[in-house]
T-cell receptor, first 118, second 114 residues
Framework: GNSVTQMEGPVTLSEEAFLTINCTYT??????LFWYVQYPGEGLQLLLK?????DKGSNKGFEATYRKETTSFHLEKGSVQVSDSAVYFC?????????????????FGQGTILTVHP | DSGVTQTPKHLITATGQRVTLRCSPR?????VYWYQQSLDQGLQFLIQ???????AKGNILERFSAQQFPDLHSELNLSSLELGDSALYFC?????????????FGSGTRLTVV
């Protein structure tokens, strides 16, 4: 089946440090890949996405490249800020077929807690 | 404000009770998804609706049910509540059925069963 594995947290960094959160996936075919972010007390927000191999998603200084050969979608940021403290979720989406019906499914990793200190 | 509205924000109830969580999707979105987030299980997909029809079920217990109404709002009903049902329940919406466009999440309902 489809699954997403993220590096275990929590991750604690000092402000302006380099961030990498690893994400690997298992899926048949060509899924779309996402990073969502959840700030304290809020719902998940789409951070960036990539829909095909070698695509790079970017937003707010964060980047991730869809690597089909390594089935990975690692999240990176060159210089983190205190305001980046949040939980980050890697996810993949696929079309599935069951009982004569097609539907899209979004599968999340377990989340990585990031804390950035001043 | 994401445009997805969930009510109530907080709910405290006793074991054995029944509660209803409500979700209004973002304007124009036809698909609604329900997720449960707990510390030990992470983010679990419960159920999905498109334009009033159930499209997919995930790890939803038989004690739980949901529906999407003609005005596209959705309700998640949780009955015979147990302590283990305490969690954050999120609703998300999307324009169509293609998940590659991403979902818009509400801020969640925090359910505490005592």
């Amino acid at each position: 089946g489809n699954s997403v594995t993220q590096m275990e947290g929590p991750v604690t960094l000092s402000e302006e440090a380099f961030l990498t959160i690893n994400c690997t996936y298992t899926a048949t075919g060509y899924p779309s890949l996402f990073w969502y972010v959840q700030y304290p007390g809020e719902g998940l927000q789409l951070l960036l996405k990539a829909t095909k191999a070698d695509d790079k998603g970017s937003n707010k200084g964060f980047e991730a490249t869809y690597r089909k050969e390594t089935t990975s979608f690692h999240l990176e940021k060159g210089s983190v800020q205190v305001s980046d403290s949040a939980v980050y979720f890697c996810a993949l989406s696929r079309w599935l077929y069951a009982g004569g019906t097609s539907y899209g499914k979004l599968t999340f990793g377990q989340g990585t807690i990031l804390t950035v200190h001043p | 404000d994401s445009g997805v509205t969930q009510t109530p924000k907080h709910l405290i109830t006793a074991t054995g009770q029944r509660v209803t969580l409500r979700c209004s999707p973002r304007s124009g979105d036809l698909s609604v998804y329900w997720y449960q987030q707990s510390l030990d299980q992470g983010l679990q997909f419960l159920i999905q609706y498109y334009n009033g029809e159930e499209r997919a079920k995930g790890n939803i217990l038989e004690r739980f049910s949901a529906q999407q109404f003609p005005d596209l709002h959705s309700e998640l009903n949780l009955s015979s509540l147990e302590l283990g049902d305490s969690a954050l329940y999120f609703c998300a919406s999307s324009v169509g059925r293609d998940p590659s466009y991403g979902y818009t999440f509400g801020s969640g309902t925090r359910l505490t069963v005592v």
